[in-house]
């Protein structure tokens, strides 16, 4: 498995790509990935340190203005994961961002939001023990846990 780049990480996270199918696109030449994705995470992150305007941060991104707010919310998101200070707890923030994107149109309150982090991560905790007793790592099943969200990302298209 390809070990990735900060950069490489926060790109995976700011356009929503698991990270083992942004690492499967790495060392093959793909432009997006080797260079245009980890870009626009390195600009992301100098106007985030810097304090750019909307307005600059759109001319260097190539964007629209009205567009800038989602960018920077995508990048302080991925930094919230990847700068986590551990992988449990990278787990645990992407989990919680990702409930909470999904189920903000149900008004759910912060307890509701919790307790689903909370029995996700109980579950990936099972996950673990079952892997364990096999004697398998997770990365064993990774394209299977893809698998379905990856088909469904296709009938979406």
Known sequence: MRS????QLLAAEIFSYSFANYADH???GHLRFENHMPDTARS???AEKEGWSDERLAKAMEVEVSEVPKWR???RDAVEVVDASS???AFRRAVR???ASELHRHQ???????NAVQ???YRAADLSYLLDHRKEKLSDYSDELRREAEAESDDQS
């Open 87 to 89: 992988p449990a707890e």
């Open 119 to 121: 029995q996700v991560c």
């Open 44 to 46: 992301l992150e100098r």
């Open 26 to 28: 790495l060392g093959i």
């Open 97 to 99: 961002q990702l409930l």
């Open 4 to 7: 990735m780049t900060r950069e």
């Open 108 to 114: 759910i309150g912060d307890a509701e939001l919790e």
């Open 73 to 75: 919310k995508r990048y």
